[in-house]
């Protein structure tokens, strides 16, 4: 479990919920039940990882797909940075219409769709990158032993992969 300084979850606490039904998702997902400003960040913020994204993405007009979104910062530090077209994805429509409440005055660019990681609807060759901050990392301890998954999480991981890589 890692302390947020806005929030205490672990990551098999989304974990469990993840690889559920949408439906399932949204009713236990922490972020769907917050209030609209409430957000909650996996890992890093961007503060701290600033300096790898330009050095991985030094053209700021990239067409970057940010897989997993959820109610992260990310993406708002991101376009207040510079990087204007970044499409975000989430499973939970409830977090995407509250995500596009959020920024539809402020970051009017942003896109925010519901859309499941592993059958993205989008055009081969469609982004410059992709950024998964923490949705594989749900997905590999939602069952059994992360160092030896079950069929299913591995099958998970590959079609996100493929998707993305298309």
Known sequence: MRSTGRKSIGIRDIASIHSSAPSVWTKNNPSTREDED????????YGEISSTIHDI???????ILMLGCGNSKLTEEMY????????NIDYSQVVIDKMQRRHAGRRPELTWLEMDI???????????????????????TSKGDVWDPPAQVIEDCDREVMEVVR
């Open 57 to 63: 993405i030094p053209d700021k007009a990239a067409r």
């Open 38 to 45: 409430s957000s909650f960040d996996w890992f890093k913020s």
């Open 80 to 87: 207040d940075d510079g990087y204007k077209n970044i499409a």
């Open 118 to 140: 592993r059958d993205l609807k989008f055009a081969d060759d469609a982004f410059d990158v992709a950024i998964d901050k923490g949705t594989m990392d749900a997905m590999m």
